[in-house]
């Protein structure tokens, strides 16, 4: 399976910032999808991230607050932007391959807003 | 959307013990994976079950996918084995999206 290296591992940040979060993956991967971890809670997936053109949004979350990228099979990029409390989770991004047997995940992001 | 929910919600064994937890799903799915987080947030992929029974030392686990659930098996459960364990589903004609359940927070004391 996949190796997925995401940075950074944790982060403080001002409110009104913005915080570029990156996943790295080891081989060519058919799905990116980026998902949310609030405290306490089960993971929530933000949006599957598409090679070469715009991510794929799920209900309750919007382009503006979380931009996606991904230039390539093996990168992508989640932006959380214009931050605030409300904001402070985990955020990990996951990968699976042809078959879509297994599901890897990076080892998450911990942010905190204050 | 499809619904998935765990249980129990919280677990306390003494090491040694033996427990089952429980997935219940609302709908079809194409597929249905184990996780275990461990008390640092890591997620670690423990059984692709779609359907059947699958074993693997300590842990096994069964999906009846016509009745719409699975079941997580841990023998003889050690510290190390705390942490939260999730099942989560791919709804059939969704696309790969794994959508996870509640959890079931577990706690293995000496």
């Known amino acids: 399976s996949a190796v997925i290296s995401q940075k950074p591992s944790r982060d403080i940040c001002q409110r009104g910032t913005s915080l570029t979060i990156q996943c790295q993956v080891d081989s060519q991967v058919t799905m990116m999808f980026w998902y949310r971890q609030q405290p306490g809670q089960s993971l929530t997936l933000i949006a599957t991230?598409?090679?070469?053109?715009?991510?794929?949004?799920e209900s309750g979350f919007v382009i503006d607050k979380f931009p996606i990228s991904r230039p390539n099979l093996t990168f992508s990029t989640l932006t959380v932007s214009n931050m605030s409390p409300e904001d402070s989770s985990i955020y990990l991004c996951?990968?699976?391959?042809?078959?879509?047997?297994?599901?890897?995940f990076g080892s998450g992001t911990r942010l905190t807003v204050v | 959307g499809i619904q998935v929910e765990q249980s129990p919600p919280d677990l306390i064994l003494q090491e040694g013990a033996n427990s089952t937890l429980r997935c219940n799903f609302s709908?079809?799915?194409?597929?249905l994976q184990w996780f275990h987080q461990n008390p640092w947030g890591q997620l670690i992929n423990l059984f692709y079950?779609?359907?059947g029974t699958k074993q693997n030392g300590r842990l096994s686990a069964t999906t009846v996918a016509t009745e719409r659930y699975s079941l997580l098996y841990i023998s003889s459960s050690q510290t190390t084995d705390s942490g939260v364990y999730f099942c989560?589903?791919?709804?059939?004609?969704?696309?790969?999206?794994?959508?996870f359940g509640t959890g079931t927070r577990l706690q293995v004391t000496l």
């Open positions: 996951s990968v699976t391959g042809q078959g879509e047997t297994y599901y890897t």
């Open positions: 709908d079809s799915v194409n597929n």
């Open positions: 989560a589903v791919v709804n059939t004609g969704t696309a790969s999206k794994l959508t």
């Open positions: 079950i779609p359907s």
């Open positions: 991230a598409n090679q070469g053109s715009e991510a794929t949004y």
